[in-house]
């Protein structure tokens, strides 16, 4: 695009991937988050300094972070990404209920106050159908969190729902949600520009979740149909122009097992998942983000969009696996990435990397394209087996391990897919060598490290030594 | 020929390294080949077999390594290193006076340490060639050598008393 990129920097990432690969970088402070990329009017002023005209904020610290895009609207620059406004009315999660249920996005069914006696708990259970949730109003984490499967259980729970409450939060308040069971995580990636037009490009599924953290994601979804698209994707571009959004931007649904969808949120940026997106509609969804920022229309219109093939993004990230995925952190002694037609990587690390406590331990995104579901499942293992990160520790076993399973592979799975099967199983075992070759190896890796590059057995093999030239 | 003692966790499995293209695992020999691509990535062939593995963790007695997307871990010692593993391991909870005995037949090669001298955990008092090995026997605790009782060039019988360390306090 005849862009000159400018990044910013902290302590810690003075010769980071990002800062080696853009013309210019600009040190903002320490290597806390605190301290650097989190310091808006430090941005701002770097932003200045180097002369940009736009800042991009990628897709974690400030990117949602209405306060900061207020700062940038009020100073001249532009934003890639929506206004302060739209971040703002999304930002609040009961606010952004009833924006939705207004706008008739359909929401997990609930009650809208807290239930003030058993009576009351049966008739709104009735109503919404059980399963049934009691949350505590103020809760977080679980505590005054409580199922009810059944009328004849309710009053016993409701009970202890606000003891816990009461314990947890010092507020008895309960409130009534639908329990959404076995549910999937599939979002829909909306995109718009100054002038009014909306498009959606479709779903990604991203149920493959550890710890609420997506690590698989793909696109299309296996699970939903044509009709549930069309009614999924039009009630995603009605919730963007419900806040009136411009630029890119993603709607996450709770999907149940009836293909029932509820809207959960809306994340007001660009995602980390955005590239399976863009190998199924071939649009350049940064390049479009930049285009829309600078008061261009969309380069295409819905109608010109159609899902080709399938693809599938890795999250790969330094935690260890054995060790109860703890992040891993070090030098990356060695890099290779798989490459082939069909296979991107977006990597933020290379050979002599170091992996820092300071920041979110993804080190890079694997995803491939293929023309069926079959052909990028095989596709993606291969490159992941082929894919070598030495110094940390990867969860590379775990993604493998995903692509493997039945349940996957039939596109059979909710959200708690990790958490259902992953125990029952133990990583050391997968690769398709036999044992005594790992003994071999570990044998020979003791005197291996004596070994000199490229040679065998300790001698050293350059040929050109030994040809003779007339 | 180096035996080597490989460990799992779970289980354990004798190499022998017969020399430079050939091994003995479970009583069959193999033919092996062994390149090294870069410092961490190296390829061992089997028959015409490839099999590519990185070098992720090269410590003194164990490795761990990357093959296909799987990091492994394994002890990798001798005999004489296991057996001077289970004694000092064994020494250390009975503290105070650490006596250390030949884990093996071998010849003392050198003796480093004198009577009286004062040692750190780990360091190194005498040198015990085995199997055409030169091995370490190191102080399993810091404190005295209350006496040395082996000398150069003795052969020594596996479990002979070697030299005795007395703890210091504090």
């Known amino acids: 695009m005849g862009i000159i990129p400018v990044s910013v920097f ?54 949602e972070n209405a306060d900061f895009i207020q700062m940038v609207e009020e100073s001249g620059l532009v934003f890639i990404g929506p206004s302060s406004k739209s971040v ?83 507020d008895d308040t309960v409130y009534i949600e639908k329990l959404i069971e076995e549910p999937r995580h599939i979002e829909v990636q909306v995109i718009s520009d100054k002038h009014g037009n909306y498009a959606h490009l479709f779903e990604r599924e991203c149920s493959v979740q550890r710890r609420h953290q ?27 122009k419900a806040c009136g959004y411009v630029n890119a931007g993603t709607i996450e649904f709770l999907v149940d097992k009836n293909k029932n969808f509820y809207f959960l949120e ?30 261009e229309k969309l380069s295409f219109a819905q109608d010109e969009l159609k899902i080709n093939g399938h693809a599938i993004e890795c999250r790969i990230y330094a935690e260890d696996p054995a060790n109860n995925f703890l992040p891993s952190t070090g030098v990356i002694n060695y890099h290779k990435m798989p490459q082939g037609p069909g296979i991107r990587v977006d990597e933020g690390i290379d050979t002599g990397s170091n992996v820092s406590v300071y ?13 069926n579901r079959e052909g990028s499942i095989a596709k993606i293992r291969t490159a ?45 075992e997968e690769t398709s060598q036999p044992g005594e070759i790992h003994k071999i190896i570990a044998a020979l890796s003791r005197e291996a490290a004596k070994l000199p590059i490229n040679g065998k057995n300790g001698k050293i093999q350059n040929e050109w030594e030994l040809l003779k030239y007339d | 020929m180096t035996e080597l003692i490989i460990n799992d966790g779970k289980s354990e499995e004798i190499v022998l390294i017969l020399s430079d293209d050939e091994l003995l695992l479970g009583g069959q020999k193999l033919k092996y080949e062994i390149y090294q691509v870069n410092p961490y990535f190296k390829l061992l062939r089997i028959g015409s077999k490839n099999y590519r593995f990185a070098l992720c963790d090269r410590e003194e007695k164990s490795v761990g390594y990357l093959t296909e997307g799987h990091y492994f871990r394994y002890s990798v010692q001798t005999r004489l290193e296991k057996a001077i593993d289970e004694i000092t391991s064994h020494q250390k909870e009975s503290q105070k006076i650490f006596d250390v005995k030949s884990p093996m037949p071998g010849l003392v090669l050198k003796i480093k340490k004198r009577s009286g001298d004062i040692v750190q955990a780990n360091e190194s008092v005498l040198i015990l060639e085995a199997m055409k090995m030169e091995n370490d026997i190191k102080s399993p605790s810091s404190g005295i050598i209350k006496e040395l009782l082996a000398d150069e060039k003795q052969s020594v019988e596996k479990g002979t008393l070697l030299f005795r360390i007395e703890q210091l306090t504090n």
């Open chain 1, 384 to 428: 992941l087996q082929n894919y070598i990160i030495s110094g940390v520790r990867t969860n590379i076993s775990l993604l493998i391990w995903v692509l493997n399973h039945s349940a996957f592979n039939s596109g059979m799975y909710d959200i708690n897919f990790i958490e259902k099967e992953y125990l029952k199983y133990s990583l050391t």
């Open chain 1, 266 to 295: 809306m994340n007001t940026r660009l995602q980390v998942e955005h590239p399976v997106t863009e190998w199924i509609t071939g649009i350049d969804l940064v390049k479009e983000q930049i285009r829309i920022a600078a008061g």
């Open chain 1, 10 to 63: 902290s302590d810690a990432d003075k010769n980071a991937y990002h800062t080696i690969w853009t013309d210019e970088s600009v040190h903002i402070g320490g290597s806390k988050s605190s301290e650097s990329y989190l310091r808006m009017e430090k941005i701002i002023s770097a932003a200045k300094e180097a002369g940009a005209e736009a800042i991009h904020p990628g897709y974690g610290f400030l990117s």
């Open chain 1, 359 to 371: 920041y979110d331990p993804m080190l890079s995104k694997l995803s491939c394209w293929s023309r």
């Open chain 1, 88 to 170: 703002r009315m999304m930002g609040s999660k009961t606010a952004a209920r009833e924006l939705m249920s207004k706008s008739g996005v359909p929401i997990v069914p609930g009650t809208k106050k807290g239930i003030e006696s058993v009576e009351e708990a049966k008739n709104e259970a009735l109503k919404i159908g059980y399963p049934i949730l009691f949350k505590a109003s103020a809760g977080g984490g679980g505590k005054g969190l409580k199922r009810v499967n059944n009328e004849d259980e309710l009053a016993d729970i409701l009970e202890s729902a606000k003891r816990e409450a009461k314990n947890a939060f010092g």
């Open chain 1, 214 to 240: 997506k690590i698989v994601e793909e696109s299309p979804s296996t699970f939903i149909d044509q009709k549930t698209r069309a009614n999924l994707t039009s009630a995603a571009v009605s919730a963007a």
